[in-house]
């Protein structure tokens, strides 16, 4: 999926605004220079005026910054770099972290947005990329969790 459609996808989910995504792309790195104007240029849609493609290291510390928004963050630990390149299988893992959902709300999830997947469907998601049993996370398949994800934290399942 699209860096800028995942985002959307989360913000409209937690019906977060402008300034608390910017807050939690600052949780992940204080430092990171980023602003409420590119958030909204983020947002917009790609034939808009004003578009600007969301890189992979901008979503990388939003999911980052709402997993430790949603866990803590643990300051004893150092801190992680960033993913290089954010996959839909590296979204789906962080917010399974960010949610801290099982195997069975995921399935819960799944179902509820019209797009059941069996068990070991689901952990090939998961696995390392370098393992026999590895699968890519499609496209329709994100867009129905983050459906699905929506629908379970906005109560409208």
Do not use: W
């Amino acid at each position: 999926m699209i860096n800028n459609d995942v985002l959307r996808a989360i913000r409209y989910m937690l019906d977060l605004s402008d300034g608390k995504v910017v807050d939690l792309i600052h949780l992940a790195d204080a430092g990171y220079p980023i602003e409420k104007e590119d958030v909204q240029a983020f947002l917009k849609k790609d034939d808009e005026a004003g578009y600007v493609e969301c890189s992979n290291k901008v979503l990388a510390l939003f999911l980052d910054g709402l997993v430790f928004h949603r866990r803590g963050k643990d300051d004893s630990l150092p801190a992680r770099p960033p993913e290089k390149r954010v996959t839909n299988n590296v979204v789906l893992k962080k917010l399974r972290v960010a949610f801290e959902l099982k195997d069975v709300d995921m399935h819960e999830i799944l179902e509820s947005a019209g797009f059941p997947v069996s068990k070991p469907e689901l952990s090939a998601l998961f696995r390392q990329a370098d393992h026999k049993n590895f699968k890519l996370c499609g496209d329709q398949l994100l867009r129905n969790f983050l459906k699905g994800l929506t629908m379970r934290v906005r109560g409208n399942a």
